[in-house]
C-alpha cells in the first residue's frame, strides 16, 4: 500500500507562516503525498510551486462554520479555483442540516456544479463530530445526491476529529463513486491505518512526515 497517495498534506493554522508553507511544500513533494491543504490566502503562492506536479492543491470554503451565505461560498470558490485551487473542502451548512432546510442539498448542488464546471474535485465537510449516526447517514446521503466527491469528517476545529467507527458508517451509506475523506487527530500511522481499513480515500493530516517515517521503520 502507497500510504503517500492517502495523505493529504494540511497546515490550517491561525499562526501559518511563509516558512511554514515552503516547508509544506518541500515535504509534499519529497514523499509524493496526494495532495497539500491551506488557508485560501496561501492558494496563489503554493499553485505556483505545484504547477509542474501531480499533487493535488486544497483548501477551505466556508471554514470553519459552514454558515456562510451560499453566494459567499461560491465567491470563495471561485477565487480559490482562479488562483489555482484543484480541490475544494467545503463546510457543510450544519445549522440549515439540522434545521432540516433542503437548502442544504441546494446549497452542494450549486457547489459540486461550480467545481466540476472548473474541472475541480468538491468535498464536503460534515463536522461528524456534531452529529448523531443518524445524521451521518442523512448527511452522506445528501452529499452523494448533490453530486459531490467526497464526503468529508472534520475540521479539525469541533471537539472530536475523525472516528473510526464514522469513517465506516460513512463508506457503508456512500455509494462507490464518492469517496470518504478522514480528517483531524489522526496523527500516526497506526491512526492512518485504522481509517483507510474502515474505508478511508484520503488522509487530512498535519503529521504527514511522521506518518511515513512510521511507515518506512515498519510500525
Not at 459567499?72 to 489555482?84: D, F, H, I, N, P
Request: contains cysteine.
Amino acid at each position: 500500500m502507497e500510504i503517500n497517495r492517502y495523505i493529504e498534506h494540511t497546515l490550517l493554522s491561525p499562526e501559518l507562516t511563509a516558512l511554514q508553507v515552503d516547508g509544506l511544500i518541500e515535504e509534499a513533494l519529497e514523499h509524493n503525498f496526494a495532495g497539500v491543504c491551506v488557508p485560501p490566502f496561501w492558494v496563489k503562492k503554493v499553485a505556483r510551486e505545484l504547477r509542474e506536479t501531480s499533487i493535488g492543491l486544497v483548501t477551505v470554503v466556508g471554514f470553519p462554520l459552514g454558515y456562510q451565505q451560499t453566494e459567499t461560498k461560491l465567491r470563495e470558490m471561485e477565487v480559490a479555483l482562479e488562483q489555482g485551487a484543484n480541490e475544494l473542502d467545503v463546510v457543510m451548512n450544519i445549522s440549515a442540516f439540522k434545521t432540516g432546510m433542503p437548502w442544504t442539498k441546494i446549497e452542494l448542488a450549486k457547489c459540486a456544479h461550480q467545481a466540476h464546471q472548473a474541472g475541480a474535485v468538491l468535498k464536503v465537510i460534515l463536522e461528524t463530530a456534531l452529529l448523531s449516526d443518524d445524521e451521518i447517514i442523512k448527511a452522506t446521503k445528501l452529499c452523494a445526491d448533490a453530486g459531490t466527491d467526497y464526503v468529508k469528517t472534520s475540521t479539525g476545529f469541533a471537539s472530536a476529529g475523525a472516528k473510526v467507527a464514522h469513517v465506516s458508517l460513512m463508506r457503508k451509506t456512500a455509494p462507490a463513486h464518492v469517496g470518504v475523506k478522514a480528517s483531524g487527530g489522526i496523527r500516526s500511522y497506526a491512526d492512518a491505518l485504522r481509517m483507510i481499513e474502515a474505508g478511508a480515500d484520503r488522509i487530512g493530516t498535519s503529521s504527514g512526515v511522521k506518518i511515513m517515517k512510521e511507515y518506512g521503520n515498519g510500525d
